[in-house]
């Protein structure tokens, strides 16, 4: 069964960072491409930041451009998303989701809140 189980989430000041983690339980985790999204109470899910399966390539929505960076360790089948420089408008929950052609598989999601 496969399991996404994000972790690091919580309550940060404005300006402030925070690092997420989400740990995978795939066998061929090298082979998905990885992304984080968030959803904020009365708002739909949308795509945070990406990073290929091999991690060459990242692409981030103007959401977290700057801000944001996605890393992964294939050999810890770990996907990161550091935040800096955090808002008030970044809170909300936060879903890693693995790819891989039409293999689709969502965590359970961690929840962030920026405020002072």
């Known amino acids: 069964q496969v399991q996404l189980v994000e972790s690091g989430g919580g309550l940060v000041q404005p300006g402030g960072s925070l690092g997420l983690s989400c740990a995978a339980s795939?066998?061929?985790?090298?082979?998905?491409?990885m992304s984080w999204y968030r959803q904020a109470l009365g708002k739909e899910r949308g795509l945070v930041a990406l990073i290929t399966s091999a991690g060459c390539i990242t692409n981030y929505t103007d959401s977290g451009k700057g801000r944001f960076t996605i890393t992964r360790d294939n050999g810890k089948k770990t996907v990161y998303l550091q935040m800096n420089s955090l808002k008030r408008e970044d809170t909300a929950v936060y879903y890693c989701?693995?790819?891989?052609?039409?293999?689709?598989?969502w965590g359970q999601g961690t929840q962030v809140t920026v405020s002072s």
């Open positions: 989701k693995a790819a891989r052609g039409s293999f689709t598989f």
């Open positions: 795939i066998f061929t985790f090298s082979r998905y491409a």
